[in-house]
């Protein structure tokens, strides 16, 4: 079965330096998959703190995580430096797409490419908010 090759660094908007921690690895050898999906929280919220689009403490909205998945391509492993790309795939009223790849600091080729789709909500009645002017502006930089 063949399958659609992983974006290149080239389809990512922004990119977010990640150090490896010698207990992201498991076992076999290599990063745990479920500290991928760290990585792509890490450098989405990140950048949305960075820009001045979260307050993560007394911002009126959060952003709630409704789907998620990753595809993996090669193994990382501590003590690998590693860069995580991200994008914007889909802006809707109140959600948000966020594509994300996971590269080795060296390599054009992504090691996994994941997704996770946010919905904003109002952080006291948790029901979905539009999103405001100045996040649609800020968020159009990493549309691709």
């Given at each position: 079965m063949s399958r659609e090759p992983l974006r290149p660094r080239s389809a990512y908007a922004a990119f977010r330096?990640?150090?490896?921690?010698?207990?992201?690895?498991?076992?076999?050898?290599?990063?745990?998959?479920?500290?991928?999906?760290?990585?792509?929280?890490?450098?989405?919220?990140?950048?949305?703190?960075?820009?001045?689009?979260?307050?993560?403490?007394?911002?009126?909205?959060?952003?709630?995580?409704?789907?998620?998945?990753?595809?993996?391509?090669?193994?990382?492993?501590?003590?690998?430096?590693?860069?995580?790309?991200?994008?914007?795939?889909?802006l809707g009223t109140s959600s948000v797409r966020y594509e994300v790849g996971i590269f080795a600091a060296d390599s054009d080729a992504a090691a996994a490419e994941g997704f996770f789709v946010h919905v904003y909500v109002d952080r006291t009645t948790r029901r979905p908010v539009p999103l405001p002017d100045m996040w649609r502006a800020g968020l159009g930089q990493l549309h691709r």
């Open positions: 330096p990640i150090a490896t921690r010698w207990s992201d690895n498991d076992v076999y050898g290599h990063v745990n998959n479920v500290v991928y999906y760290s990585w792509f929280d890490t450098a989405v919220n990140a950048w949305l703190i960075e820009t001045g689009l979260l307050d993560i403490g007394k911002g009126e909205m959060v952003g709630l995580v409704v789907e998620t998945g990753c595809r993996y391509a090669a193994s990382l492993a501590f003590p690998q430096q590693i860069e995580a790309g991200i994008r914007v795939a889909r």
